[in-house]
């Protein structure tokens, strides 16, 4: 039986340190590791030969991770993590809103992080793998999300989501009208059994803010006030402006 190679990992941090840290954790855990130190080195490792991953710091010297992130995922999906020594919400909004697939907030562990790096690929795996029977499109409220296709509309005008926020859209509308808890949703979305809730806070905000009509008054995705949130397929409760 052949061998799945392993896993190309691409570590992107301008402190060496750091760097050395992180290629040292994953190399031990089995994956292929490269480095760069900035944007441009970045670039040109992910074009000579496509990672599998690319763990990205955010404040790097002249071109920062966010630049890099969108230039990366211009050229196709590739699953990002991204580094930031903030732990400002506005920070994580940016990176999520050019397609990183988690964020992790220095200091942080090594092996925590080697675990997220394990998750989102074998998320990101799952998501490429070949269905044996391509599953029927998910429909309510004007949303149709084509599962096999990776395309969502609503009232026939596509929507660009990124990875994560099509997974946990398809999450909700396959459990409508169910309180889905925040620790579930991370679990069940994400792939986690621990990390910081606010993620998913994150995500559903950034999600509302592209299937909702008014993101300040939520009617589709609503807040359930001490357990997560609820997929209202009628669309027709309200769940409040918070997170």
Do not use: N
């Not at 190309?8 to 480095?35: H, K, N, Q, S």
């Not at 998913?200 to 001490?226: F, N």
Request: hydrophobic share 45%.
């Amino acid at each position: 039986m052949q061998q799945t190679p392993p896993a190309r990992v691409l570590v992107v941090d301008d402190d060496p340190t750091v760097a050395e840290v992180v290629a040292g954790y994953l190399d031990r855990a089995g994956f292929t590791v490269e480095r760069a130190a900035d944007g441009p080195a970045a670039l040109e490792r992910a074009a000579a030969a496509r990672p599998d991953l690319v763990v990205l710091d955010l404040m790097l010297p002249g071109m920062d991770g966010l630049e890099v992130c969108r230039r990366l995922r211009a050229g196709g999906p590739v699953p990002v993590i991204m580094l930031t020594a903030r732990g400002d919400e506005d920070d994580r909004i940016l990176g999520l809103e050019v397609g990183a697939d988690d964020y992790v907030t220095k200091p942080f562990s090594p092996r925590e992080l080697v675990l997220r790096v394990a998750s989102v690929l074998r998320r990101a795996r799952t998501r490429t793998a070949a269905p044996g029977a391509a599953a029927p499109p998910l429909r309510a409220a004007g949303i149709t999300l084509d599962v096999a296709a990776r395309r969502v509309t609503k009232d026939g005008a596509e929507l660009a989501l990124t990875l994560r926020e099509f997974d946990l859209l398809a999450f909700l509308l396959r459990h409508p009208g169910r309180a889905c808890g925040r620790e579930e949703l991370m679990r069940e979305v994400w792939g986690w059994e621990f990390g910081d809730l606010s993620t998913v806070t994150v995500h559903v905000r950034r999600l509302r803010g592209k299937v909702e009509d008014d993101p300040a008054r939520p009617r589709l995705i609503q807040t359930v006030w001490g357990v997560g949130y609820r997929f209202e397929a009628g669309g027709d409760g309200a769940g409040g402006p918070d997170a």
